[in-house]
């Protein structure tokens, strides 16, 4: 998957609430979606004097100033460190092929694709921090989507939500309830978003975490997934973690 490609797919499948051109920026309005739809970037030419500009059209919008930068991003990755921005949260971006995951099916009764979310589908990510402001964000979508149930034993037990641009499908806000963890549940969602992401015509599936978050990265490897890209933010203030 290409840098360009993986780009696009990201924004089309979990989409800010909307966009505004700033001279060389891009400023993402994000409405409490999360950092990277609020996150500005460079679209062409800039120097260090149109920095501010994009500052202030974020703080217009209720935002802190934060920029997300990919490797190509470098002469502005160091522009940004100079004035005091922080390196924060790089992602990694893995992707497999949607025919051997699709392979094997999970166990019958185990994951449930249905949209709009379930009431316990939104309890579960309302557990883990995601609201309602990013299940409107989820709402935005435009191509396919769905919520992918998991469920251990009797129990709902996980919920990620799948969407679909162009030919690859990506799977987004995987959150197990605590008590729930390491049951394989995860593992059936990814083998289920799959099964739907190919019904539904994509050939790739895709997937962004944290570079920390090892626990996710393991499995992700465990299920042949590559790395096929990365990220960071910069932001003021101190680094995190």
């Not at 909307?18 to 970037?41: D, F, K, M, N, Y």
């Not at 009764?109 to 609201?131: D, K």
């Not at 987004?172 to 549940?185: I, N």
């Not at 499995?219 to 680094?239: C, D, M």
């Amino acid at each position: 998957m290409t840098p360009d490609l993986l780009a696009k797919v990201t924004e089309a499948t979990w989409p800010p609430a909307a966009t505004h051109c700033h001279g060389p920026w891009l400023i993402r309005e994000g409405r409490g979606g999360g950092q990277r739809v609020s996150a500005a970037s460079a679209i062409g030419d800039w120097t260090e004097a149109d920095i501010p500009a994009a500052e202030a059209a974020m703080r217009a919008l209720g935002q802190s100033p934060l920029f997300v930068l990919r490797p190509t991003d470098t002469a502005l990755d160091d522009a940004l460190a100079a004035r005091g921005y922080a390196h924060h949260d790089p992602v990694v971006a893995y992707a497999a092929p949607v025919a051997d995951l699709a392979a094997t099916e999970p166990p019958f009764l185990t994951s449930f694709p249905h949209w709009p979310p379930l009431a316990i589908a939104r309890q579960i990510w309302e557990q883990g921090g995601i609201g309602p402001a990013r299940i409107a964000l989820m709402d935005r979508v435009t191509g396919p989507k769905t919520a992918i149930l998991g469920r251990t034993g009797d129990r709902a037990a996980a919920i990620a939500f799948t969407a679909i641009h162009g030919n690859v499908a990506m799977l987004h806000a995987l959150e197990t309830a605590p008590d729930q963890r390491r049951k394989g549940s995860a593992h059936n969602i990814l083998r289920a978003a799959a099964i739907w992401a190919r019904d539904h015509g994509a050939d790739t599936i895709s997937v962004l975490v944290t570079e920390r978050n090892t626990a996710a990265r393991a499995l992700y490897t465990s299920l042949n997934f590559a790395i096929v890209g990365q990220y960071h933010y910069r932001k003021h203030g101190p680094a995190e973690g």
